[in-house]
């Protein structure tokens, strides 16, 4: 059926047009997982980027084609500071005679050559930067000027530099999906509360065991997902056992919530866990093996945490934790923190410089001598 033009009256006020903070960093973020480029603007230009985690070789061809030679890599301060380049700035190294395999390996390998030309990276291109880490990207990526009028990255997503400032409010906007009672063993009546919201974020899930009074404060373990410790039972970490003894004690203190975190490895993703365990197996401690890949040693934050606990009308916790930064996190956000309690998990010969490096260069309120004297037992056989 054909329809008269005259009949189609559109309402403006019901328009598609999308054009929000939001929105533009998630189209950013799954285009730069697919290996395609985007676009910084703001008031001193744009920058095209990609992302060398997520570009194959003839990703990386076509964008230096594209960008004429006059491309940079962008490398992270961390990496800097590891590649013995820059303790201060995120950097960018001209990249015009640089292939991709040099390029991976400036990136991310060890002992990467160091004597180069580099510069401090630009605003925009720690903006991407950014970006690449709400995608789980490693912080790596070749970066051109777009030049006023130029049509190269016209179909590509674009950001501007207003959107992460602006997506940072946002990123306590969460809503509970649904409610639902699931049985758990040894712990009775739990309850399943998921929460859906932020930016570029899955949804979360916070466990009510029991039935905690919300009038007072609440016992509240705030975990980090970990699929090889809390699904696996890996040895490497802790994870599994602090999952499970923490569940255990919110039913012994009456009931309380676990805020299970979309966050594995420290909020960098599976991907580069899984890398950073290839330096440990070669000798590096985690926060070594997360700078090599350009992480600082803690990449979580705890905007959900903080939206959930709201959402479950919680604004006092007894918090189940070892890791100060938890605890700081929750006080910045005006959650009162009445009370800390250990959650530990048994040491292992596998999980031991694990928690050595936790307590020694993360500041985790983990007993240091009874560390040792496991590390004395287990070298003595
Ligand atoms: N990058 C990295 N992350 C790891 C490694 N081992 C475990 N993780 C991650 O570390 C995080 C552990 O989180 P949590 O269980 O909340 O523990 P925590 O920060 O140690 O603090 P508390 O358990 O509350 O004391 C999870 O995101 C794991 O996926 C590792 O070797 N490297
Ligand atoms: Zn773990």
New binding site residues.
């Given amino acids: 059926m054909n329809v008269s033009p005259h009949l189609w009256a559109p309402n403006k006020s019901a328009d598609y047009q999308f054009d929000d903070s939001a929105m533009r960093l998630e189209r950013a973020v799954s285009e730069f997982r697919y290996g395609r480029p985007i676009v910084l603007s703001g008031p001193e230009g744009s920058v095209a980027a990609l992302a060398l985690d997520a570009a194959s070789p003839s990703d990386f061809e076509r964008f230096a084609r594209a960008a004429g030679g006059q491309h940079a890599l962008y490398l992270s301060r961390h990496r800097a500071a590891r590649l013995g380049l820059s303790n201060a700035d995120d950097i960018a190294i001209p990249a015009r005679d640089m292939d991709f395999a040099s390029a991976s390996a400036l990136a991310y390998a060890r002992d990467s050559a160091t004597q180069i030309e580099w510069k401090p990276a630009t605003s925009l291109m720690r903006t991407a930067g950014e970006v690449a880490g709400l995608a789980l990207l490693l912080p790596a990526m070749m970066c051109v000027e777009v030049p006023r009028h130029a049509r190269t990255f016209a179909a590509c997503a674009e950001v501007d530099h207003l959107d992460l400032p602006k997506s940072r409010r946002m990123a306590r906007n969460f809503e509970v999906v649904v409610r639902t009672p699931v049985p758990l063993r040894d712990l009775g009546d739990c309850e399943f509360v998921v929460f859906r919201g932020g930016v570029a974020q899955k949804d979360q899930v916070a466990i009510v065991v029991g039935q905690p009074d919300t009038s007072g404060p609440v016992p509240v373990r ?5 699929l090889t ?1 809390d699904l696996c039972g890996s040895l ?2 802790d ?1 599994g056992d ?1 999952l499970r003894n923490g569940l255990s004690s919110l039913k012994e203190q009456g009931g309380g919530v676990l805020l299970y975190l979309d ?4 909020g ?1 993703g599976i991907g580069a ?1 899984m890398r ?2 290839g330096y ?1 197996h070669e000798g590096l401690d ?1 926060i070594d ?2 700078a090599e890949l350009g992480f600082g040693p803690d990449e979580r934050r705890y905007d959900a945490a903080v939206a959930m606990l709201g959402g479950l009308g919680i604004g006092a916790v007894n918090l189940l ?3 100060p930064t ?1 605890v700081a996190a929750l006080l910045a956000a005006g959650i009162a923190v009445n009370g800390r309690t250990s ?1 530990t998990g048994r040491i292992t010969p596998d999980n031991l410089e ?1 928690l050595r490096t ?1 307590t020694l260069r993360a500041g ?1 309120a983990l007993d240091i001598d009874l560390l040792t004297r496991a590390a004395t037992e287990l070298s003595d056989g």
């Fill in positions: 705030i975990h980090s997902s970990c410790g490497k970490c994870c602090q966050q594995e490895g420290r960098t866990k950073a365990y440990q985690t093996a997360d934790t070892n890791n938890k959650v694990y936790k985790h």
